[in-house]
């Protein structure tokens, strides 16, 4: 008799902690997702790249070639040629002869038809493309399947169009190309950075010289194959991967006549001093601290949703991220509460496992930065909140995490993180969720959230910041100029005032 | 004979007359030949003692100038077209005394000064006509393929600075002031260090257009000195380099780098060329803002 009791009892102890730990929130019930990996056979990967110049793959003058890894499990994927200034100067000098010789001879409508190619032969390999960005940068699949391959797409596609019809973005000018462009992307869409770049320059009728980030090759590598695959002429876009030094070698060389960066504000503004009095043409995509401002007759389940969506996409490498959120006081303990449930469901782990939400921060280093911006926060007094998902052993992770009782003047409320990592501070009024959300040197991206029409476009005709999302949040399309106030950097991306970039007037 | 009553020539900030803080001043004299020195030794006339803006004032004119522009660029675009045209009335009413200068700073013909002047009115007159236009053409409705209504529109970028030409310093001064100011920006403004009389004359037209105070300034002084501190000033956002000056322009270029500063470097070698003017002067100082809105029910 009194056995059972005891079980009884063990038994209702056992259930109670089973729903102490069982998550608030549940997206398609109480049992456990079975790993859903995508295959990464259709990827052919190579044992070594080359630089991508004049068309063909060759060996580095450097003689140097650096590992490329998988971030997530951080075994090697390839050996990827280091370009040195002598790799440079040959690829901005088969970019010049490119343009000279066929490029700036070429009709709009001849070059825009062999952007549409590129558009095409990207949509035919696109599970190769999504699953070998997932592998180099950490992304989750999902994301890299839905968001970076098919809006990599959609930039070529788009530019394409453009090519022939320049004088109609550019009345009462006479439009003709720059010349030899330099470009230097980041690591956090690699792919996607790439598109962004090349297809406006292309269309315009400039040659490129492209730099990706030395974590993330290998995307623009294959992309290099597509060009080879299209018969682009020989020249129009070079390849050459590296570090920090490479891109200074690519953006200090005098035939380089226009220089696209994206990256940090820190390395744009050595850019901008380093090209002072060349003449040279110079847009720049910085970093950014992007107020996510809900106020209390927002649908909040929605607003939770972005704001999670603001902040957890792509492991928060983004740019435009929504890295501060300003709640209205009167709903701020009711969004919290939701956020903290909605977080505890978020799923981290293998990048390829079509069910992750968060997947592998996308290096050492920016898990190192990451980690010192949390202790700054935790030791300037705001209060953690993590997400206790199990983390895996090998691999570079960091949980989804959120601060409360931030002060303006914290760290983590200042300065860009790049990692998943919210800072939440909370305002009476609207006239104070402006000024909060100003009040910073960066003008990327800010979001409001809000039911009331009126409000939204009082709200963000005073947001200081280049992209304001409206009950929404990282939304992109090539159509849509993308860019940035202030610190956030100058010239657009996309949309008819991006092709301004790549233009010269007359 | 009636003793002429000189005027006394000042910076003009915040919507005041002040002189500089630093109680520095600058002889000009008139143009050789244009009117005659008061004695056989001196070699030129003097015309007047100008303040010598130091950098103290350079940064009161920012303040000023950022403080008054959020309101600026709140006002309606037909007000601010109506403004601007009020300041080319103003410019006519004073058509004379404007010439007068020009003729005695610059050595021009009763027929350049006057030509100058009309440029000036016209130019005023065409700015003035954009206030309620290039919003319209700068911007989009972008057809992005998701249910999203997306717009972009250019806006005021905030204070900008000016480094006005040396000549022709009044319609120079204008053809770079104008621009800025119809978008909604604030201007601070480093006057031709040679020829000062007219702009700072300018001044008066400004004062009585119904301008707002503070949303432009205009400090006369010396470029070596006041460029580098405009260039890297934390809230100026943005500079129009019209000095001419190649070694000026780089050290422009690179200072800007301390905020992100957007240069615009102009090299006119004709400012009577209206054709070049208009919408891209309006441009080169505006951001480009995109909005998403949901579409749905």
């Not at chain 1, 983590?412 to 009040?439: D, H």
């Amino acid at each position: 008799m009194s056995t059972t009791i005891t079980d009884q009892k063990a038994r209702t102890e056992a259930l109670k902690k089973v729903e102490a730990e069982k998550p608030r929130l549940e997206f398609g019930g109480a049992w456990d997702y079975a790993p859903a990996p995508e295959s990464k056979e259709h990827v052919r990967l190579e044992k070594r790249y080359g630089l991508f110049i004049g068309g063909e793959f060759v060996a580095p003058r450097s003689k140097k070639y650096f590992e490329t890894i998988n971030p997530a499990t951080e075994e090697v994927l390839a050996e990827v040629a280091e370009g040195n200034a002598a790799d440079i100067d040959a690829a901005v000098r088969a970019a010049e002869q490119a343009y000279e010789k066929r490029w700036k001879k070429l009709s709009g409508a001849q070059r825009g038809k062999y952007i549409y190619r590129i558009a095409r032969l990207l949509q035919e390999k696109a599970r190769e493309f999504a699953v070998l960005e997932t592998m180099n940068g950490g992304k989750p699949i999902k994301e890299s399947r839905d968001v970076d391959v098919p809006l990599a797409v959609a930039h070529f596609f788009y530019h394409a169009g453009w090519a022939d019809k320049l004088e109609y973005a550019f009345p009462r000018h006479s439009v003709s190309p720059i010349g030899v462009c330099g470009q230097i992307i980041p690591w956090n869409f690699p792919l996607l950075m790439a598109a962004w770049k090349i297809a406006p320059a292309l269309a315009c009728g400039n040659t490129v010289v492209l730099k990706p980030a030395e974590t993330t090759p290998l995307t623009s590598l294959h992309l290099a194959r597509i060009f080879q695959e299209a018969d682009l002429p020989p020249g129009v876009v070079n390849i050459v991967p590296g570090a920090g030094e490479t891109g200074a070698h690519l953006v200090n060389h005098p035939r380089a006549r226009k220089i696209a960066f994206t990256g940090s504000t820190d390395v744009g503004k050595i850019i901008q001093r380093s090209i002072a009095g060349t003449g040279k043409r110079l847009t720049l995509e910085l970093g950014g601290k992007a107020a996510n401002i809900i106020f209390e007759d927002a649908a909040l389940d929605q607003a939770v949703e972005g704001i999670i969506n603001g902040i957890y996409f792509n492991q928060g490498h983004v740019c435009c991220a929504g890295s501060r959120l300003l709640v209205q006081e009167s709903v701020a303990a009711t969004v919290l509460t939701k956020l903290a449930d909605r977080v505890a469901t978020l799923r981290l782990g293998d990048p390829l496992d079509k069910n992750t939400d968060v997947g592998a921060i996308n290096s050492k280093m920016q898990l190192e930065k990451i980690r010192d911006m949390v202790s700054a926060g935790v030791e300037e007094g705001a209060q953690l909140h993590q997400s206790a998902c199990a983390i895996p052993s090998r691999g570079f992770w960091f949980p989804p995490t959120f601060f409360t009782g931030v002060a303006q003047s914290h760290r983590i409320a200042r300065e860009e993180i790049f990692g998943p990592v919210l800072a939440v501070m909370t305002f009476r009024t609207p006239e104070e969720a402006v000024e909060k959300a100003n009040n910073i040197p960066y003008g990327l991206s800010a979001g409001i959230w809000t039911d009331k029409g009126s409000k939204i476009f009082k709200i963000t005709s005073k947001m200081k910041a280049g992209v304001v999302w409206a009950n929404t949040f990282n939304k992109f399309d090539p159509s849509s100029p993308f860019g940035g106030y202030k610190e956030s950097g100058f010239g657009r991306e996309g949309g008819v005032h991006g092709l301004r970039a790549y233009v010269e007037l007359s | 004979m009636e003793l002429e009553v000189r005027k006394t020539y000042k910076l003009y900030v915040g919507g005041e007359f002040i002189r500089t803080e630093s109680g520095r001043y600058d002889p000009i004299y008139a143009a050789v030949g244009s009117k005659k020195p008061r004695s056989a030794s001196a070699q030129r006339l003097l015309l007047a003692n100008i303040s010598r803006a130091s950098r103290k004032d350079l940064r009161e004119a920012v303040r000023t100038a950022r403080s008054a522009q959020p309101d600026w660029a709140s006002k309606s675009a037909y007000l601010k077209g109506q403004i601007l045209y009020r300041m080319a009335e103003m410019l006519e009413g004073r058509a004379a005394s404007f010439e007068d200068l020009l003729r005695e700073t610059r050595g021009l013909t009763a027929a350049g000064a006057a030509r100058e002047v009309r440029a000036s009115i016209d130019r005023l007159v065409h700015y003035a006509g954009w206030s309620d236009k290039y919003v319209a053409l700068l911007g989009t409705v972008n057809p992005v393929a998701s249910s999203y209504f997306d717009f972009s529109v250019p806006e005021p970028m905030g204070v900008v600075g000016i480094v006005a030409p040396e000549e022709p310093d009044l319609l120079g001064l204008i053809s770079h002031l104008a621009p800025v100011l119809v978008s909604g920006n604030a201007a601070v403004v480093l006057l031709s260090e040679s020829r000062p009389l007219a702009s700072l004359e300018l001044a008066e037209v400004l004062a009585t257009s119904d301008l707002p105070a503070g949303v432009a300034n205009l400090l006369s002084g010396h470029k070596d000195e006041l460029v580098p501190h405009l260039a890297r000033h934390m809230d100026v956002l943005a500079i129009a380099d019209a000095g001419g000056d190649a070694a000026l322009s780089k050290s422009i270029a690179s200072d800007a780098a301390v905020n992100v500063k957007r240069v615009r470097r102009y090299q006119i070698r004709d400012y009577f060329d209206g054709a070049a003017q208009g919408l891209d002067f309006i441009e080169a100082f505006t951001e480009i803002k995109t909005t998403w809105h949901p579409i749905g029910v």
